[in-house]
């Protein structure tokens, strides 16, 4: 089967392991990496750190592997600057650099005192700063970081692919939907999917649900969730917050951790990578969250699972 590729993300502290893992990666011929950016991510936003500097170590030690910023947050980094360290990377790779932009958790950014605008016209924008500003010097594939339907189709009309993030396997062709098809057949359309492997279904189970409360809290999210036919369960999760309850995991239902995560034993992540494929994702990318302590160890598990 077609292998997935995966997030790796490099935490203080195991930055050389990580490394070593996408120079593994790229020995058994998995296709692509995604390195995030922290400003990016609910989780660890404490301990910001820049996805373009992992990016540029590892166009250096690997051959062949797909290294995209996965996503790199535009309120970082003016137009030019981006545009600068996205050729770098480019150039220095062969080619095998892809930039990805998006423009973050509007909670998240306010802690650093970022203030943001409207997403869409925001990202509009700043692609059109951002190709202005590199008029010498040539710029990566682009990739737009799109959780709902109108980014969708913003990446679509401006971009070479989209990103997205926890999608709900089901909600795939709705968000889609306004993409025409002859337009989808050149993007990459990629999806950074939850995988836990374990033996026993009932433990993975209780992951997602967790994940899934976790990211109900977030106000992006929680408009897609209830989007995607999840309303309820989005309602009763911010209600068990509000009332300080530990039962917040347990208004996540079945269907909607199996629908936007992938868990279980090897045969059963396989089998999920290829539905995913078969809804349209072209470039499924698999974030593995645990063991949080060891990141490196945690990708090259479930990397054994395509072997």
């Known amino acids: 089967m077609e292998k997935p590729g995966f997030i790796l993300s490099a935490p203080p502290g195991q ?23 922290e400003y990016a991510r609910p989780h660890d936003a404490q301990a910001p750190y820049d996805c373009l500097s992992l990016c540029t170590a590892l166009a250096q030690a ?17 137009p030019a600057d981006m545009a600068a360290a996205a ?22 950014l306010e802690r650093f005192g970022i203030k943001t605008e409207q997403p869409i016209p925001h990202m509009r924008r700043y692609l059109e700063e951002l190709r202005a500003a590199a008029t010498e010097q040539p710029l990566p594939p682009i990739l737009i970081a ?29 968000t889609l939907a306004n993409i025409p098809a002859d337009q989808r057949d050149r993007l990459i359309i990629a999806n950074v999917a939850p995988v836990y492997l374990c033996d026993d279904r009932a433990e993975g189970l209780a992951f997602m649900r967790r994940l899934c409360a976790a990211f109900s809290r977030i ?5 897609y969730f209830s989007e995607a036919g999840y309303q309820e369960e989005v309602e ?28 279980g034993s090897p045969h059963d992540i396989r089998e999920r990578v290829e539905a995913w494929r078969a809804a349209g994702v072209n470039w499924l990318t698999l974030s593995t969250l645990y063991p949080i302590r060891d990141r490196a160890a945690a990708v090259l598990r479930v990397a054994a699972v395509f072997d």
């Open 87 to 108: 050729s770098f990377n480019y150039e220095i790779s062969d080619g095998r650099f892809m930039l990805g932009l998006g423009s973050g958790y509007k909670t998240v």
């Open 219 to 223: 106000p992006t999210y929680a408009a």
């Open 146 to 174: 799109a959780l709902r339907r109108r980014m969708a189709a913003l990446a679509g009309e401006q971009a070479d692919g989209l990103i997205g993030g926890n999608w709900a396997l089901s909600h795939v062709p709705a």
């Open 62 to 78: 690997t051959q062949a592997i797909q290294i995209v910023s996965g996503v790199a947050v535009t309120y970082t980094r003016p």
């Open 15 to 37: 930055r050389k392991a990580i490394i070593e893992a996408a120079q593994e990666l790229d020995r058994r011929e998995f296709p692509h990496v995604l390195c995030p950016h």
């Open 236 to 263: 009763r999760v911010q209600a068990a917050f509000a009332a300080g309850t530990s039962q917040a995991a347990d208004a996540i239902s079945e269907r909607m951790a199996d629908d936007i995560g992938i868990f």
